[in-house]
């Protein structure tokens, strides 16, 4: 206590009372809290604590009588704080949160104090109003409008505590994600101008959260994305995407694409797709791009935000990666943004991450990924042209006029500039490359690489390490590359050997496993591997030296010799593997995902042709052709290696690289590993199913896009891999819940005529397997409209996939709208007569399978009369009954007995043939192992006695 205050605070806060009962509310706060000064250092005394309490009790009375409510509840919380559950502080707390409309806390209060005084009448009142009102508003809550108004209610209302702003904020991110919720918040009173406040506040939290509602709310659809644009101003978004702030520049950037998403549409039926595809195939211009002004605007603020100083580097990169995103969904804005010579901006940008002579200062910084980044954007580009060489020229021409703009110059510098350009664009399109080196660009490479600077060796051996990525580039290399390249690999500095290695590797490995198409002689290739491994093994922080010798690597594993000295070496094979955990780097990931390629021999093998092969060898030509160590007894060795070193694992976690050529060569991998049937758990296992479902991705809107995520080559593959799970493997197991479902639709793609032979089969194989599972698989296969495809090949002269697609059909008849079909009378396949034909036939499986189907149809009596109407039904029921395979007589046993029971007509024809006098001798048949045969015929010959055609005996 204070010694020079000649009252207590006891004194004081009596003084406070005085004041309350006199209504002086004012004086009693400012009596209240000079008592409380008094009570500095007593936190040990529990008596000074309760009198402190009580201090606190009243100062809230006084808050209340005040409307203070906020400051109620804190100073009743105090209270409570040293007294828990005190009565009276709990019924001024209770009432401050009724007042601002907390009610779920004043029903809390109010009930806390209930158990504690049941007969208080008055918090018996105050529970029985607040329960309705609870009510009510829960009731109102529960609906996306109630949700809405109440998240704005307490974020732009009066009385709400930070926390609860806070609250709402997140809960109206989290409503804008859902359709309803975004059409909520669009058409509430002022919602878009309440957003649009929040994206212009001074705080971070809030300007963040405004962003991610306005993604929101242009997602999926474009009425909504023009009002973002319009009233919170694409000006404002713009200037938040080249923030310096990380996460502010993400959420603009973010909340901007999917403006451009919504406001490039695309035809989204698949009739539409096609005849907008057949437009443009047919030389006529394609639909026109809708909303062309307000796509152009917000490509222009990409292209401003990448070439920008202000925007963070992280921050470029994502609005690069959003580009990179969006692209593959709509050509026409690629053709747009080439046209605004959006190609010319990235590999300026490009070029400012060259490294630097001098201690200078480049006028934009990027990150040590921003070229990569530029790199994955521009092959986005080039690969969206296809096989159109007049499309392709606006490109080539703006690559060849930025480059030759650096290395045109007589600064070594715009030399440097110059030739990381050419890197970002050999690393994206290599396609493109080759006419710039040809221009009279090469001499000036490699004359970097013969200057003192560090850098200039670098850049010079990285460029032509690059410039050997194809035979095209190599050609137009010449001597003179290679010359350059062993030049370089001289040198004792390592960032420049390891880039130099890399060409070399590549320029003497041309033959992708063909013995006798190498550059360089025996023994070269293992020298080269030897010095690649002691790269690839380095500590785990030199990354980039490890990123080259992976590329050297993958070069290098086309040789025979050099598989099997690497498969054997758990050293290098674990540092590969590792570097797999480095999902950002698509370049990295290229050359591991090549190496796995060479390891498995997954790669497409050559097939020739006998007669070519006795021509090459009159002419003397040497035909390419497998080394001893690729034969299959090695290849399987060297899988096992792989899948006991985490190499599924590690295939798993590359499925997420979005490189079309590194999907599909991990499809390839996976393909290589599951032809082996033993390998086929361990897969499932560890999570293969899963990532083969993604590198298949047949989904509706891969369909709708002008590109995919996956190659046709890959999505085969993986399809392939899927299917030979799916046949060897319970379902149930391997693809437990609702991933069945998402197996269906590729499977079915499988059957399209233009994949013939081991694809088809296989597919139907799986889908067979897959039919036995439950009904609401078989509907899907209808729904995915798996039925016209299999009834297709079942007319096939491949006498294989013929009886596949009847097994297939078999299963499927399970299926009552599969059923049905064959009921139709008018059906134009004569689904029943080839059910009835096949069941005759010699081939085993294909008699089992159509009598199994035709057993089960024959529960109708409409497709029994169609079988009557086949010309030889008769003898093909006799040689089912005669069969020499239980299967085939139990089947044709039960057919006769449904034909016997359908009508009265058909029963006749079947007891005036010999059908009658089988089915008598299989009626006396006792033996175990004709037990089902025999209870057919005996339901047949029941029948027929029960028509009276023929009189029971006593037997």
């Not at 499925?655 to 897969?683: D, H, K, P, Q």
């Not at 299917?723 to 590729?746: D, Q, V």
Request: glycine share 6%; aromatic share 4%; net charge neutral.
């Amino acid at each position: 206590m204070d010694s020079d205050n000649p009252k207590s605070a006891v004194e004081i806060k009596e003084e406070g009372n005085k004041y309350f009962k006199a209504g002086d509310y004012e004086a009693a706060l400012s009596s209240y809290a000079a008592a409380l000064k008094l009570y500095s250092g007593d936190e040990k005394d529990k008596e000074k604590q309760k009198e402190k309490a009580v201090i606190y009790k009243n100062r809230a009375a006084c808050q209340l009588k005040l409307e203070k409510y906020e400051a109620a509840i804190k100073d009743a919380t105090k209270a409570l704080d040293i007294v828990p559950n005190d009565p009276k502080a709990l019924f001024r707390r209770s009432q401050a949160f009724e007042a601002t409309g907390r009610l779920e806390e004043a029903f809390k209060d109010a009930r806390t104090l209930s158990h504690l005084e049941p007969k208080n009448t008055t918090i018996q009142a105050t529970l029985r109003r607040l329960g309705p009102q609870l009510h009510e508003k829960s009731e109102r809550v529960r609906t996306t409008d109630g949700l809405v108004d109440e998240m704005f209610g307490a974020l732009f209302g009066k009385g709400d505590t930070e926390e609860r702003q806070a609250k709402a904020l997140k809960n109206l991110v989290i409503l804008s994600r859902d359709e309803p919720g975004a059409q909520r918040i669009f058409q509430g009173g002022n919602g878009l101008v309440h957003i649009t406040s929040l994206v212009r506040s001074n705080s971070h939290d809030q300007k963040i959260a405004g962003l991610k509602i306005l993604k929101g709310l242009c997602t999926n659809s474009a009425p909504r994305s023009m009002a973002v644009l319009q009233q919170t101003t694409l000006a404002l978004l713009s200037e938040l995407v080249e923030s310096s702030v990380l996460e502010i520049s993400k959420a603009a950037t973010a909340a901007l694409e999917q403006a451009l998403v919504s406001l490039s549409h695309m035809p989204t039926l698949e009739d539409d797709l096609r005849a907008w595809r057949k437009k443009g195939e047919s030389g006529q211009p394609p639909f026109e791009i809708v909303n062309k002004a307000e796509n152009k605007a917000v490509l222009t603020s990409f292209i401003n935000a990448i070439r920008s100083e202000k925007i963070c580097p992280e921050g470029r990169d994502e609005c690069i990666d959003a580009l990179v995103k969006v692209f593959p969904k709509n050509k026409l804005l690629i053709l747009m943004f080439v046209n605004m010579k959006g190609v010319k901006e990235l590999l300026h940008v490009a070029a400012t991450s060259a490294p630097l002579i001098d201690s200078g200062i480049q006028s934009l910084t990027v990150t040590e990924r921003t070229r990569m980044h530029i790199s994955v954007l521009l092959s986005t580009i080039w690969d969206s042209y296809g096989h159109d060489d007049k499309q392709k020229e606006p490109f080539r021409n703006d690559c060849e006029a930025v480059i030759g703009e650096y290395m045109k110059k007589s600064s070594v510098q715009s030399h440097l500039e110059g030739c990381t350009a050419l890197c970002a664009l050999m690393q994206g399109a290599q396609d493109s490359a080759a006419p710039i080196l040809k221009s009279g660009i090469l001499p000036l490479v490699i004359n970097l690489g013969t200057m003192e600077q560090r850098v200039c060796k670098i850049v010079s051996a990285e460029t032509l390490a690059l410039g050997t990525s194809d035979k095209v580039l190599c050609s137009t290399l010449g001597d003179e590359g290679l010359v350059a390249l062993r030049a370089l690999y001289q040198l004792r500095d390592d960032e420049v050997r390891v880039r130099a290695l890399v060409g070399l590797c590549k320029l003497g490995t041309t033959g992708g496993g063909a013995v006798n198409d190498q550059t360089f002689a025996d023994g070269a290739t293992l020298k080269l591997y030897k010095s690649a491994r002691s790269y690839l093994t380095k500590p785990k922080k030199e990354i980039e030296s490890r990123k080259w010798a992976a590329e050297a690597l993958s070069f290098l594993s086309m040789d025979a010799d050099v598989k099997e000295q690497f498969i054997g070496d758990a050293q290098a094979l674990n540092a590969l593997l590792d570097l797999t955990k480095n999902q950002e780097d698509s370049t990295l990931l290229y050359g591991v995902c090549q190496t796995f390629v060479n390891l498995t021999n997954t790669f497409d093998l050559p097939e020739i042709p006998e007669e070519m092969k006795k021509l090459g060898e009159f002419a003397q030509v040497k035909m390419p052709k497998l080394a001893e160590k690729d034969g299959k007894e090695y290849v399987d060795k060297r899988i096992d290696v792989l899948i006991k070193a985490g190499c599924i694992s590690s295939l798993v976690n590359l499925t997420s690289s979005a490189s079309l050529t590194s999907r599909e060569m991990i499809s390839r991998v996976f393909l290589g590993i599951v032809t082996n049937e033993a390998n086929r758990g361990v897969t499932v296992q560890q999570g293969g199913v899963k990532a083969l479902l993604s590198l298949a991705d047949n989904n509706t809107e891969a369909l709708l896009s002008l590109a995919d995520n996956n190659t046709e080559v890959g999505k085969d593959k993986a399809v392939q891999a899927l299917a030979k799970i799916a046949i060897t493997m319970n379902p149930e197991i391997a693809f437990p819940g609702h991933k069945s479902f998402g197996l269906i639709r590729p499977l079915v793609k499988m059957l399209h005529p233009s994949k013939r032979g081991l694809l088809q089969y296989e597919a139907l194989m799986a889908l067979t397997n897959l039919a036995q599972l439950n009904d609401d698989v078989r509907k899907r296969i209808v729904k995915e409209k798996g039925i016209p495809d299999i009834e297709m090949l079942m007319f096939d002269q491949d006498e294989d996939l013929k009886r596949a697609s009847t097994e297939c059909m078999c299963n499927m008849i399970l299926c009552e709208e599969v059923f049905k079909l064959y009921e139709k009378v008018d059906s134009p396949t004569e689904r029943v007569k080839l059910l009835t034909v096949y069941s005759g036939e010699e081939d085993f499986g294909l008699q089992r399978a159509a009598s199994g189907g035709l057993a089960m149809l024959t529960a109708s009596e409409i497709v029994c009369n169609q079988v009557a109407k086949v010309g030889c039904w008769l003898d093909i029921m006799k040689e089912m009954l005669l069969s020499n395979k239980n299967e085939i007589k139990h089947r044709g046993a039960h057919v006769v007995a449904n034909m016997m029971a359908a009508n009265k007509d058909i029963a006749t024809k079947l007891v005036e043939s010999e059908v009658l006098e089988i089915l008598m001798v299989l009626s006396r048949d006792t033996s175990s192992e004709m037990e089902k045969i025999r209870a057919c015929a005996m339901r047949a010959l029941d029948k027929a006695v029960e028509w009276e055609l023929i009189k029971p005996t006593d037997k």
